[in-house]
């Protein structure tokens, strides 16, 4: 539900996975952002209206996605699909932050647009490591994104591992994700996501700084 930009970005994104989709929006207008090479349904109505999802088969649908403009419609639309028809796969994507973290105690998995959107601007603004890209829910584990430390560059994968006491979980290199194996070399530009211990981070990122100690 929604054919904003979200949405018809979200419809290309599935049809382009050979997923077929229908989308709902109030609008037929907003059709036009789908393209013409888009080959699912469009309905145009309010998706929390159960005639207008049953027209475009949720009864058949595996998924849901609400993501129109609207937190309320957003919401409501998610409960019909997954209280009235069953649909375990619900997502509704809400603006304000407190009601998402309300509605996903509810069982109903929420976007906070607002809260993401922010959270991935501070990540860029504050220095590296001071904010991870994502925190387990118990704020034990984190992941981190740190382009490879200078003193590093040369020097094997296992020895900054076991140093830092973090894991990498892969490597952007050239364009292309890489998982490293015990013989990998770090090299210049490689973007490192490394996976650690809350209580190890300053620690690691000391470690980080130093450079290798001799093994």
């Known amino acids: 539900m929604g054919c904003g930009r979200v949405g018809s ?10 997923h077929t989709v229908s989308v709902i929006d109030s609008d037929p207008d907003s059709f036009r952002r789908l393209g013409p ?12 209206d159960q005639a207008v999802l049953e027209k475009a088969g949720i009864r058949r649908a595996d998924a849901f996605a ?23 796969q619900v997502v509704a994507r ?10 996903q105690r509810l069982g109903i998995t929420t976007v906070a647009t607002v809260k993401w959107t922010a959270d991935q601007i501070l990540r860029r603004l504050l220095p590296i490591g001071a904010e991870p890209d994502f925190r387990d829910p118990s704020g034990t584990i984190r992941v981190d994104q740190v382009p490879v430390p200078e003193k590093w560059i040369g020097h094997r994968t296992i020895h900054l591992q076991e ?22 070399v770090l090299q210049e530009g490689d973007l490192l996501h490394l996976v650690m211990r809350e209580e190890n981070a300053s620690q690691a990122y000391v470690v980080f700084a130093r450079g290798p100690e001799e093994q």
Request: aromatic share 10%; proline share 3%.
């Open 163 to 184: 140093q830092s006491r973090s894991r990498i979980a892969w490597i952007d290199r050239l364009g292309e994700g890489m998982l490293p194996n015990r013989e990998s």
């Open 37 to 48: 090479a888009f080959n699912g349904d469009k309905v145009t109505g309010y998706g929390f």
């Open 9 to 18: 970005t979200l419809a290309r994104s599935l049809e382009d996975r050979n």
């Open 94 to 103: 809400i603006y304000d932050p407190g009601r998402a973290e309300v509605y």
């Open 66 to 88: 609400a993501v129109s403009s609207g937190d309320n419609s957003n919401i409501i639309a998610a409960r019909v699909a997954r209280e009235t028809f069953g649909i375990q």
